[in-house]
């Protein structure tokens, strides 16, 4: 289908640079959201912490905020204008970011943590909004992917910074900053990640708001009671679908968050070469999965298959199995290492599928509350718990810092066999509910 046949739709050039302006927000916040995966060490150290309270870092409290205030930014989605709304969200989470650098205790860390979540719950739900407005549903799922390959590219550019700075350590340190006084090189590299955000989130005022498509307004809100009522029809999706998805979180933040200390503890390999090599190959296989992901979820939709993003999940996690599995149970560091690559493949390609499929079954007017609780449910899993359930695992499970390769095991392999499990058994319910959007209008 050309351009021509969709003309209420904006123009397919300044779409693309609509998505290149948003994947650019997006690496920032994954930079911002990940860089701790690396310091994991230092930070242990200087703070005197467990790999619990270093989980807890990582994922609960930011992944509380993030998703606590999702809820209300969705609701504000439907109705107010998007890049506003991620311009205040991204300067707002890009300063909490810096303001890391400033934390002398453990508290003070947590705290600021909560902050970047704040900020954070701007961004997708606007942007997934966005994108759905920008793009027509058989050309929605590769630009939902271009978008979500912001979470590898920014998990990848988190590692290699968080990898030369541990390098950068070894020879220094404390650096110091004019005003603020010594800091050490962990505290350093939130300034240096976090601060850039700031100003790029006037970027976003270069981005037009578009007509909000199938309804050709930016009308009144649909009270909350409507909303509710129309999800509630379509339940038995909502769970399938965002449980299934989540349990697909779970196991990728749980295995971001502790594979390279997995690589430190287990085979001896240093901060910086890991940190490095890791951020190399998230950065290039895990863009090259969740394109692949988009393309196939596409190509489905266009051969007729409607629950062909749901299928995209299925692929992905039993893709995942052999390969995520071998990795961690690997007795040999470079096997270990070079099963990463279909590893992280796999685990990339549902990223743009899964919220293409929300668009598929929600009329506009509801696309940005129905985002925010999917992202609201696959965050608190993934997010919140991934990292810490491994962290958990092995503290309180198995007693020893070195078998956090079978606490990897354990929780991301049980978590991605029942993603397989929701989300097949979700396919009839999925297919209902994008019969029924059709037959009720959009």
């Not at 909303?227 to 196991?251: E, K, M, P, V, W």
Request: proline residues 5%.
């Amino acid at each position: 289908m050309t351009p021509d046949e969709h003309p209420q739709f904006p123009p397919p050039r300044y779409a693309w640079y609509v998505v290149g302006v948003l994947t650019l927000a997006y690496v920032c916040s994954f930079v911002d959201r990940q860089i701790l995966t690396l310091l994991v060490a230092p930070i242990r150290k200087d703070l005197g912490i467990s790999d619990t309270q270093m989980g807890l870092l990582m994922g609960f409290s930011f992944a509380v905020f993030y998703t606590l205030f999702g809820l209300p930014v969705g609701r504000l989605v439907d109705s107010r204008k998007r890049r506003t709304i991620i311009a205040v969200g991204m300067a707002l989470w890009s300063a909490m970011t810096a303001a890391c650098g400033l934390a002398r205790t453990y508290v003070q860390l947590l705290v600021v943590r909560m902050g970047v979540g704040v900020g954070e719950a701007t961004l997708s739900p606007s942007a997934y909004s966005l994108l759905a407005d920008y793009f027509p549903p058989e050309r929605r799922t590769t630009a939902m992917s271009v978008y979500s390959m912001a979470i590898y590219l920014g998990s990848g550019l988190a590692s290699v910074l968080g990898g030369l700075v541990v390098r950068f350590a070894t020879t220094t340190a404390t650096v110091v900053l004019p005003g603020l006084g010594s800091l050490r090189p962990w505290q350093f590299v939130f300034f240096l990640v976090g601060l850039p955000g700031v100003f790029l989130a006037l970027l976003m005022f270069t981005v037009r708001e578009p007509a909000r498509q199938e309804t050709g307004t930016n009308g009144p809100q649909v009270p909350l009671r409507v909303a509710l009522r129309y999800i509630g029809r379509n339940a038995r999706t909502f769970l399938h679908h965002n449980l299934g998805f989540a349990l697909l979180s779970f196991s990728g933040y749980g295995a971001a968050g502790w594979v390279p200390t997995m690589f430190i503890r287990r085979f001896g390999w240093s901060n910086a070469d890991i940190g490095v090599s890791y951020g190399v190959i998230v950065g290039i296989f895990g863009t090259l999965g969740i394109l692949t992901g988009g393309w196939v979820g596409d190509r489905l939709r266009h051969r007729g298959k409607v629950d062909g993003n749901m299928w995209v999940g299925i692929v992905a996690a039993i893709g995942w199995l052999p390969f995520g599995l071998s990795s961690m149970l690997a007795a040999n560091g470079n096997l270990a290492f070079w099963l990463l690559i279909p590893t992280v493949f796999f685990q990339a390609m549902p990223w743009g599928a899964a919220p293409a499929a929300i668009a598929e079954i929600m009329p506009n007017s509801l696309r940005g509350l129905a985002s925010a609780i999917y992202l609201f449910t696959i965050n608190l899993i993934g997010i919140g718990l991934g990292p810490t359930a491994v962290g958990w695992f092995t503290d309180h499970v198995l007693h020893n810092d070195k078998m956090v390769n079978i606490s990897l095991a354990i929780t991301t392999g049980t978590a991605e066999t029942f993603a397989i499990i929701l989300l097949f058994s979700g396919l009839g319910s999925f297919r209902k509910s994008v019969e029924r959007l059709a037959q009720e209008g959009r």
